[in-house]
C-alpha cells in the first residue's frame, strides 16, 4: 500500500511539472531533481525511465521515407537518426530518436517497433535535432501575422531573438534520361526587436535594424572570424548577441 501510494504521489508530480517556455529557459531534468528532497528523487527518477518510452508519445501516423535513395534529402542536417528532446501535449521526453523534414515541416521519431512516425507538429510544442531547438508557432500569436504557422529555429534567445524559418523543397530534374530528385533548402531570418519580429537576409538589413551600434557588430563579426555569406545564420546570432550584450544598462 505505501508503495501505492508513492507511485500515485509522483504521477501527480510529474503531471504538474509544465514547460511553458523555450530554448534555454525549458528547465533540464537535473533542475527539476534537484528542486525535489534527496530521499525522493530516486523513486521520481524510477518513474521517468519507467515512462520515457509512454505510449502517449507514440500517437501518430506511420511516416514513409521517400525519396529514400537519393543524394539529397528532405531532412534538416542529416537523415540519419538524432537524439534529441520533444515537449508533446505539455510533456517533456528526453533522448527520443528523431528526424525533422521540413519540405512537410513535421517531426518524425521512431516507434518502439523500430517504425518512423509522424507526430501531428501542432501537438509539438518544442523539439531538439542536431544539436537545434525548435519551438512551435502560430501566426498572429507570438509572432507576427505575415509569419507562416509552423517550426522555428530558436537559434539565440536573449532579450532580442533570432528565428530561423528552415524550409526545402522538392524538386525534379532530368539527368541523363533518369530522374533525380532535388531538395533545395532556403531559409528565412527573423530578429526580435521591441516585441516585434523583422526579416532580414543581408548583413545591411541586420545593422538598419541597430543603427547605433554599427560599428560594435562589424567589429565583432571581424574578431570572431564568421563570414556572413559563408555562415549567415552564426553571423546574424553573434550580431544580436552583441547588440544584447552591449544594450546592457
Known amino acids: 500500500m505505501r508503495i501505492f501510494t508513492s507511485v500515485s504521489f509522483f504521477l501527480i508530480l510529474n503531471s504538474c511539472l509544465s514547460f511553458g517556455q523555450i530554448g ?3 528547465p533540464s531534468q537535473n533542475k527539476l531533481l534537484s528542486a525535489i528532497p ?3 528523487q530516486y523513486p521520481v527518477s524510477l518513474y521517468k525511465e519507467a515512462t520515457q518510452h509512454t505510449q502517449n508519445l507514440f500517437n501518430g501516423r506511420v511516416y514513409y521515407i521517400y525519396d529514400g535513395r537519393m543524394e539529397e534529402h528532405q531532412f534538416f ?13 505539455g510533456q517533456r521526453f528526453d533522448s527520443v530518436q528523431t528526424l ?9 521519431i521512431r516507434h518502439m517497433g523500430g517504425e518512423p512516425i509522424s507526430l501531428p507538429s501542432e501537438r509539438v510544442q518544442y523539439f531538439s535535432n542536431n544539436r537545434q531547438p525548435f519551438r512551435w508557432f502560430e501566426a498572429g500569436k507570438g509572432i507576427e501575422p505575415s509569419m507562416r504557422t509552423g517550426f522555428y529555429n530558436v537559434f539565440y534567445d536573449g532579450p532580442s531573438q ?3 524559418r528552415r ?4 524538386e525534379e530534374k532530368i539527368k541523363d534520361k533518369s530522374v533525380i530528385t532535388m531538395f533545395p533548402q532556403k531559409d528565412f531570418y527573423y530578429i526580435r526587436k521591441n516585441d516585434h519580429y523583422f526579416n532580414v537576409r543581408t548583413k545591411k538589413s541586420v545593422l ?3 543603427p547605433e551600434r554599427k560599428g560594435e557588430l562589424r567589429r565583432a563579426l571581424r574578431e570572431s572570424g564568421i563570414l556572413y555569406r559563408s555562415d549567415r545564420a552564426t553571423a546574424i546570432g553573434r550580431m ?3 547588440y544584447d550584450a552591449l544594450a546592457k544598462p
Open 208 to 210: 538598419k535594424l541597430f
Open 38 to 40: 534527496t530521499e525522493t
Open 167 to 170: 524550409m526545402k523543397f522538392r
Open 77 to 89: 542536417e542529416s537523415r540519419k537518426w538524432d537524439k534529441g528532446s520533444i515537449i508533446f501535449d
Open 100 to 108: 525533422y523534414d521540413i519540405v512537410k515541416d513535421e517531426i518524425v
Open 240 to 242: 544580436v548577441a552583441t
Open 162 to 164: 533570432l528565428l530561423i
Open 24 to 26: 534555454s529557459e525549458y
